[in-house]
């Protein structure tokens, strides 16, 4: 029996909403095709990047991490509950700057905005599941984005979620992980380790621990089920790195059965078209997994150029902006031999910047994906192309 268009168009859009997380109503009517994104910004900071962002005309935009931060400058109090209360209290305030600034302000009436915290907008630095203001921390991160107070996210722990856009055979997905309310324990290293080949070591080492995790239980389930819905695009968001496996800071290698689990479940759900978005480093970067690089990589090879591009910082990179450095008259020194990184294609990006996807859907020779960094004054400075179809599984 042949089922009518409607209903094949219907049937194409139809999603399985998962038991736990966030699964937003499908919005077909909404076609994306350049999305911006970013990390590690302060709306305390005097800046360019708004009006560089919002001459892009992008359709969504979509924040990585540190979007603010609530522990700069460092807490004081006696207690840990003290400091943690200062942070808290900062949030509102932080938050409210950066929606009246104009720029975000006018992004914000032409754009969709998502996104997803790292760890100072989460709080404090570097702390996972053992931050004792994560629960005040999520209602604050929801008033930031408008979420209703009688929504289901109020009542979830966890900030993850997933949102598809676009008709039938332009569907982009963005599936947003949240990498700290579920975080079991960073393990610091020894300083003493003979194990490092140049430049700063960085604080952490693989867990020991075989029961650690990145995401927890049901947040690792409902990523199976969304991954396994149909999209043209999937843009995963993690506010920490997952290709980047060579540094010592934070990074899904800190938890290398997380890392190796994602991996094989990218390798083993869907047919393709991943794109990783991460920030967190304060500095940008293009990765392409290499199996022939790993330990296990036959296992977790994905059998097509699985991507990810590193946008950080807004306003927050080491040397500040490009144009700054430029007129200094003693400029900062750009040393980043801490920044190791077997998979990166070209070079490390130290200056303000911030991210561009544009998925061109009426190429001639097909539909093409350009992933893009472009300096807070707007000139763009790396930008990689591939055709959507060699995203595919097999195509390569």
Request: with cysteine.
């Amino acid at each position: 029996m042949r089922l009518p268009a409607p209903l094949l168009a219907l049937l194409a859009t139809a999603v399985v909403v998962p038991l736990a997380g966030h699964q937003a109503p499908p919005e077909p009517e909404r076609l994306l095709r350049r999305i911006a994104f970013g990390s590690c910004n302060s709306p305390l900071d005097a800046t360019a990047v708004w009006e560089s962002v919002n001459h892009r005309r992008p359709d969504a935009w979509i924040w990585l991490g540190d979007t603010v931060y609530a522990d700069s400058p460092a807490p004081e109090g006696t207690t840990p509950a003290a400091r943690a209360r200062v942070a808290l209290d900062r949030l509102p305030q932080l938050y409210a700057r950066q929606l009246a600034l104009p720029g975000y302000a006018l992004l914000r009436q032409r754009a969709r905005i998502l996104g997803t915290w790292d760890d100072h907008d989460y709080g404090m630095n570097d702390l996972g599941a053992d931050w004792i203001g994560r629960e005040e921390a999520q209602q604050h991160f929801l008033d930031f984005y408008g979420e209703p107070a009688d929504s289901p996210r109020r009542r979830r722990p966890g900030v993850y979620a997933a949102y598809r856009f676009g008709p039938p055979g332009r569907v982009i997905q963005v599936i947003l992980l949240d990498t700290r309310y579920f975080r079991s324990p960073l393990l610091r290293g020894d300083s003493r380790e003979a194990d490092w080949v140049d430049g700063r070591r960085g604080p952490y080492v693989p867990s020991r621990d075989p029961n650690a995790t990145l995401l927890g239980a049901e947040q690792w389930a409902w990523l199976e089920a969304v991954l396994r819905e149909p999209a043209d695009v999937r843009l995963l968001v993690s506010s920490i790195q997952v290709i980047p496996d060579d540094h010592r800071f934070e990074k899904w290698g800190n938890f290398p059965q997380e890392r190796r689990r994602l991996l094989r479940l990218l390798a083993n759900t869907g047919d393709g078209g991943v794109v990783i978005l991460s920030g967190d480093r304060h500095a940008g970067e293009l990765s392409q997994f290499d199996a022939t690089r790993e330990p296990e990589g036959k296992d977790l090879d994905p059998r097509y150029p699985l991507l990810e591009l590193t946008s950080s910082a807004l306003t927050r990179s080491a040397p500040t902006s490009f144009a700054g450095q430029l007129a200094a008259t003693t400029p900062k020194a750009m040393v980043f031999r801490h920044e190791l990184n077997r998979h990166r294609l070209g070079s490390l990006l130290p200056y303000n910047h911030f991210g561009l996807i544009s998925v061109d859907w009426e190429a001639k020779d097909g539909p093409a994906v350009t992933l893009a960094l472009h300096l807070d004054h707007g000139e763009e400075v790396l930008r990689h192309r591939v055709p959507l179809a060699s995203l595919r599984r097999g195509a390569r």
